[in-house]
């Protein structure tokens, strides 16, 4: 599976921006997706998740209720709709792809995944 990431950029305390996650090759139907993020001299973290089936999602608790992961099987893709952005929100933001069979867990360490997209770079200006 090969991932790619688009949809970073520059945007202001409060504005909104839709991280996508283009597969190609096998579809990611049986896939586990996560995205995670790394801020500059920090280690990387996990943004959130979504089980393969799309049944399940996970977030961590600095961006419930702002970000929302989806998945569009058809199209083998994944978003990550960011809403009410912080300038600590500021990071590369990789997605990243776990084969996983049960189509109903969703992962939170990064040592689980098994594919990694590029990153795009989100900045937000305070």
């Known amino acids: 599976v090969q991932l790619q990431a688009s949809g970073g950029g520059l945007v202001q305390a409060g504005g909104s921006l839709r991280l996508s996650c283009a597969a190609s090759?096998?579809?990611?139907?049986?896939?586990?997706m996560g995205w995670f993020r790394q801020a500059p001299g920090k280690e990387r973290e996990f943004v959130a998740a979504i089980s393969a089936g799309g049944g399940n999602t996970n977030y961590v608790s600095s961006v419930k209720g702002r970000f929302t992961i989806s998945r569009d099987n058809a199209k083998n893709t994944v978003s990550l709709q960011m809403n009410g952005l912080k300038p600590e929100d500021t990071a590369v933001y990789y997605c990243?792809?776990?084969?996983?069979?049960?189509?109903?867990?969703?992962?939170?360490?990064?040592?689980?995944?098994?594919?990694w997209g590029q990153g795009t770079l989100v900045t937000v200006s305070s």
């Open positions: 090759g096998p579809t990611v139907t049986n896939y586990a």
């Open positions: 990243a792809a776990k084969r996983e069979s049960s189509g109903t867990y969703t992962y939170v360490y990064a040592r689980s995944y098994d594919y």
